[in-house]
Each structure stands twice: as structure tokens, then as C-alpha cells.
């Protein structure tokens, strides 16, 4: 009796038409779907596009800033010579302060905006050895910043500090050969 | 769905009718699609607003990066002066920011550029720690010009980088013959000596009488209308001049950072070579405890005193500090 009375009412018209817009619907729903997921692929590859560019302009940035900044570093006062061996030059290192300075690299953290500093001795040829106040000036390189990822740019500069002659009291200046190592 | 069914009944019921009355009959497809439709559109739109405003965003960030990737070259190292003219690709306003906060202080730079009336927002600051740009707040313009000069006080602490827009000029008629010297050698269009135009800033070193910045030599104060600041040194006197109050202060405090961590960098550097026949004969130690303990710009009288003492000190050594 009840399954009888089911039959009929799935059999009227109006619930006939009910079905239809159903199926209308899904498609509907489908075509929806379709159409968003288009949008988004559309929209995702804009912005891919976009920030691809713009990753290279940061990059062309980065490298320029290295390049303009292994230059210029060298010249900033807690490297530079000043007038301490003489006239002031340009590109010279007084090791002396940057042995100073390397115990104080705490309050420096992000200070050059840079990822990587170093310095190392060309000629005469260092030991390669790290320096540090122990072993300073039988030492081949200071690495002032670790040298992490990223677009590195090198300059020649003169390495000077103060010496004792060894068998007298009298000071001079001694000047090497070394280069700068940025890494930005 | 109501309405469809609605729709269909009525359809069918007038048309059992014979009934023509005016009813607009849309189907469920049409209605879903014109709603979904004005839906898309409205995020299309929304999107394409949003997009525009990050590249706008974008292209200031950039701007602004360049500006500060730029300014490294100013760093002369040499003692020397030196002018440079930056060319934007439209009108902006170059934003200067000046933080004392922290080891260093920060300085920041952005840029706005100006889109068909309006100037857009400010892009992503550019931060440096080891520059320090004295202008107005804001300097707006196409065309600017950056002038260094070395402050030295009484070793190198850094080049002071004085911004100025190409639309704004300065007229130092009455400034001593160095001033105008250095001022006239330098060529920087808008800093002149002589046939100023009406329009341009009035410097007065000897009356104050209409001027828009009085320095007295004296006092070694600058006041621009917004109260009085003290320099030391040219390179600050210059800052004075071309920077408003609160970004002169801040800057100020910035440079005594780095003068005190200097001055403790030579008075480690002075035991370093001490062990090398060097004697320790500067005292370092007074002359960064003057500049950590500036408050503003009327305490460099007693820095001044402190670096006059240590650069005496340098001058008699046996071996020079700097």
C-alpha cells in the first residue's frame, strides 16, 4: 500500500520537472567548478609571471648593491685606514681595527645590510688559517660575516698594519696585498 | 528553486488561461547564471583592483630599493664632497625615515609616486643602519639632488647625505667665503651663491632678517622656524640647514651610536698594537661615554670637547689611531 502510494508520487509531473532542474544544477555546479578552476590556473599564472620578474629585479638589485658595496666598504670608517699609515688611500684595510672590530661583531649584526664579508691576504700568500687575537698576523683571512647564500663580488684592497721590527723597538707600517669578499 | 517552480506553474496556468498580462518570466538557468555571472565579475574586478594596487606597490618598493641601493656610492671615503643627481621616472615624494632605536638606529626610505593627481601609497620601506639622509620628511620632485659630505668628529663616523628636490633652492648669499666656496666647487644647481631667485630659501649667517633659516656662527645653532638645533662641524651645519628638526635629532643621536661604537673599536685597536710597541696614549673610553649620554643635538658641545681631546691625543702618539 505504501509502495503503491510511493510510485505515484514519483510518477507526477511536477516532481518529474523537480528532477530535471536537479540534473540542470549539477551541470550547473559542474560548469561552475570549470569556470573557477580556470579563473584560478589564470590567476595563479599572472602572479607566477609577476614574481618571477620580480625576483630578478631583486636579484639585479641584490647584485648591484654587492657590486656598489665591495667598492665602497672597504672605505667605511670601521675599515678603512684613515690617515693612520700616512695619507689617506682609498681601498686600504688597517687589519689592526678590523682584529678590533671583529670582537664586537655582536652590536654589528645586519649592520652592511650584507650577507657575507671576508678578507683574505693575496701576497704575500697567508697561512689560510682563520685569524683571531691568538694568531694574528700569522693568519691568512678574517671572515667578519659568515658567508652565506647569495651573489658574491670581489675587489683587491691593501691590507696595512703596524709592526715591530724585530730586533729594535722602532714601529712602521706594513702593507699587503688582499681582497674583499662580499656576499649579498 | 521556488521561483522556478513559481515561474512554471504560472506559465503553464496562464497559459491555460489565455492570460497576456506583462510578467517577465526568467528561467532558473538565466537567473543562476546572471547572479554567478555579476558574482565573477565583481571578483574579477576586485582582483584586477587589488593587482594594480600591488604593482603600484611594487614599483614604489623598487623605486625606493634603488634609491637606497644608490646611495652607496656617496660613501667617499676621501674627505671629500660630492654631489649626484637622481632622476625618478615620474614625480614622487621620497619619504625619509628616522628610527634611534637599537644598536644603530634605522634609516628608512620609501617612495610614492605620483598616479594622475594623487601620489599612491608609500611603498615597502628600504631600511640601511650605516646611512644617514638629512632632508624633510617628505621631498617631493622628479628630479633630486644627494649631497655628501664626511663627518669627522674627530675620526671619520660616516658621509652625511643631504637630500634636496631640484624644485626647491637655497640661496647662501651671506655665507662666509669657505661656505660659498665649497658651495660654488660643489656646482649643485639648486645651492646658490648669488642671483637667487624669490622664490628660493633664504640662508642667513649674518642678519635674520627675512630668512627662512638663520645659522648662527656663534652659537653654532640653526633655527628653520621650528625651533633651535645645534651643530658641530660643517657637515652638520649643512645637516642643520637641509633637515627638518625631528629627523636632524634623530640622526644625530644615530651618528653618536656609531661614534661611541668607533671610539670603542680604536680604543680596542689601541690594545691591540700596544703589544706591538705601540703605547696606549688616547683615552677613547671618555669620548664614548660623551656620546651615549646625548640627549640632543645641545649636548655636542661636551662631545665636541671629548673629541678635541682624543683627536689631540691622536696627533701627539707615537702611533695614530686613525
Same mark, same amino acid.
Not at chain 2, 628638526?245 to 671610539?263: D, G, P, S
Given at each position: ?44 599564472? +599572472? ?23 665591495? /667598492? ?70 678574517? /671572515? ?6 647569495? +651573489? ?15 730586533? /729594535? ?16 | ?79 671629500? &664632497? ?23 638606529? &634605522? ?216
Amino acid at each position: 500500500m505504501k509502495n503503491k502510494r510511493l510510485s505515484q508520487v514519483r510518477s507526477t509531473p511536477s516532481m518529474l520537472g523537480q528532477r530535471k532542474a536537479q540534473m540542470k544544477i549539477q551541470q550547473m555546479a559542474f560548469m561552475l567548478i570549470a569556470v573557477t578552476l580556470f579563473l584560478v590556473m589564470a590567476g595563479m599564472f +599572472i602572479l607566477v609571471i609577476r614574481f618571477s620578474s620580480l625576483q630578478d629585479t631583486v636579484e639585479l638589485l641584490e647584485e648591484r648593491n654587492a657590486l656598489l658595496l665591495v /667598492s665602497k666598504i672597504a672605505d667605511s670608517p670601521e675599515f678603512s685606514c684613515g690617515k693612520a699609515f700616512g695619507q689617506p688611500r682609498t681601498n686600504c684595510i688597517d687589519t689592526d681595527k678590523v682584529m678590533a672590530l671583529t670582537g664586537r661583531l655582536q652590536d654589528y649584526s645586519g649592520f652592511w645590510g650584507i650577507n657575507g664579508l671576508e678578507i683574505r691576504w693575496i701576497y704575500p700568500a697567508g697561512t689560510g688559517v682563520e685569524c683571531s687575537l691568538d694568531n694574528y698576523p700569522a693568519c691568512g683571512k678574517m /671572515s667578519i660575516l659568515a658567508r652565506g647564500e647569495g +651573489i658574491g663580488k670581489e675587489n683587491f684592497v691593501s691590507l696595512c698594519r703596524k709592526e715591530q721590527e724585530q730586533d /729594535s723597538s722602532l714601529v712602521y707600517d706594513k702593507c699587503e696585498l688582499g681582497r674583499i669578499i662580499v656576499t649579498d | 528553486m521556488l521561483k522556478v517552480f513559481i515561474s512554471k506553474n504560472n506559465k503553464m496556468l496562464n497559459k491555460k488561461r489565455g492570460d497576456k498580462s506583462g510578467f517577465i518570466q526568467i528561467s532558473f538557468a538565466w537567473l543562476f547564471a546572471i547572479v554567478i555571472g555579476v558574482i565573477i565579475l565583481f571578483f574579477a574586478i576586485y582582483a584586477s583592483v587589488k593587482l594594480i594596487g600591488t604593482e603600484e606597490s611594487v614599483s614604489s618598493s623598487e623605486t625606493g630599493k634603488e634609491v637606497a641601493v644608490l646611495l652607496n656610492p656617496l660613501e667617499t671615503g676621501f674627505g671629500e &664632497e660630492t654631489t649626484t643627481r637622481l632622476t625618478l621616472p615620474v614625480e614622487s615624494q621620497i619619504i625619509n625615515g628616522c628610527e634611534s632605536f637599537g644598536d644603530f638606529g &634605522e634609516q628608512e626610505i620609501s617612495v610614492s609616486q605620483k598616479k594622475g593627481r594623487e601620489f599612491t601609497d608609500a611603498g615597502v620601506d628600504s631600511v640601511a643602519y650605516n646611512k644617514y639622509i638629512f632632508s624633510n620628511k617628505s621631498v617631493q620632485g622628479k628630479n633630486f639632488y644627494l649631497f655628501s659630505k664626511p663627518f669627522e668628529f674627530p675620526f671619520k663616523v660616516s658621509d652625511l647625505i643631504f637630500l634636496t628636490s631640484s624644485e626647491e633652492s637655497y640661496c647662501f648669499t651671506d655665507a662666509p667665503e669657505e661656505i660659498q666656496e665649497e658651495l660654488s666647487s660643489l656646482g649643485q644647481a639648486n645651492l646658490l651663491v648669488e642671483n637667487c631667485p624669490s622664490q628660493s630659501k633664504k640662508v642667513c649667517f649674518s642678519s635674520d632678517s627675512n630668512c627662512d633659516i638663520t645659522v648662527k656662527e656663534n652659537e653654532k645653532s640653526v633655527n628653520r622656524g621650528e625651533g633651535l638645533v645645534y651643530y658641530e662641524t660643517d657637515a652638520l651645519m649643512y645637516a642643520a640647514i637641509f633637515a627638518e628638526k625631528e629627523i636632524y635629532e634623530c640622526q644625530v643621536q644615530r651618528l653618536m651610536k656609531r661614534l661611541e661604537a668607533l671610539a670603542l673599536i680604536y680604543n680596542d685597536k689601541e690594545n691591540i698594537i700596544s703589544g706591538k710597541g705601540c703605547p696606549v696614549e688616547v683615552n677613547l673610553l671618555g669620548l664614548a661615554d660623551s656620546a651615549s649620554s646625548l640627549k640632543d643635538s645641545a649636548d655636542l658641545i661636551v662631545v665636541k670637547s671629548a673629541a678635541d681631546d682624543a683627536e689631540d691625543e691622536n696627533k701627539r702618539a707615537y702611533c695614530e689611531l686613525w
